[in-house]
């Protein structure tokens, strides 16, 4: 099993940037392709961003391409997210799983372990 604790949420304005951290223990790290997920108030969650094990295949969603950037650290078994211009509509609670695939996918459930979740809220 991995176990993943997401941190770095927080309140931030309009324009303005916040690093997501996912730290991530039990089985090896490197067994996993790793992602980044969304859910706002009333709406499905929603795929951010994903890296491949070893860190050399990125993908974002359309809506946040070129504004955040996933990155992981094999030897701090951390994935991190760094958002930038952030916009009122990047609100959510972000969260982080594990695919046991090499490369992961855009889907939910495809992923095999989740972690709780961290509050973003950007402010007009």
């Known amino acids: 099993q991995v176990q993943l604790v997401e941190s770095g949420g927080g309140l931030v304005q309009a324009g303005g940037s916040l690093r997501l951290s996912c730290a991530a223990s039990?089985?090896?790290?490197?067994?996993?392709?790793m992602g980044w997920f969304r859910q706002a108030p009333g709406k499905e969650r929603e795929f951010v961003a994903a890296?491949?094990?070893?860190?050399?295949?990125?993908y974002y969603a359309d809506s946040v391409k070129g504004r955040f950037t996933i990155s992981r650290d094999n030897a701090k078994n951390t994935v991190y997210l760094q958002m930038n211009s952030l916009k009122p509509e990047d609100t959510a609670v972000y969260s982080c799983?594990?695919?046991?695939?090499?490369?992961?996918?855009?889907?939910?459930?495809?992923?095999?372990?989740w972690g709780q979740g961290t509050q973003v809220t950007v402010s007009s």
């Open positions: 890296i491949s094990r070893g860190g050399f295949t990125t």
């Open positions: 039990g089985r090896s790290f490197t067994s996993y392709g």
């Open positions: 799983a594990a695919d046991r695939k090499a490369v992961p996918g855009t889907s939910e459930a495809v992923y095999d372990y």
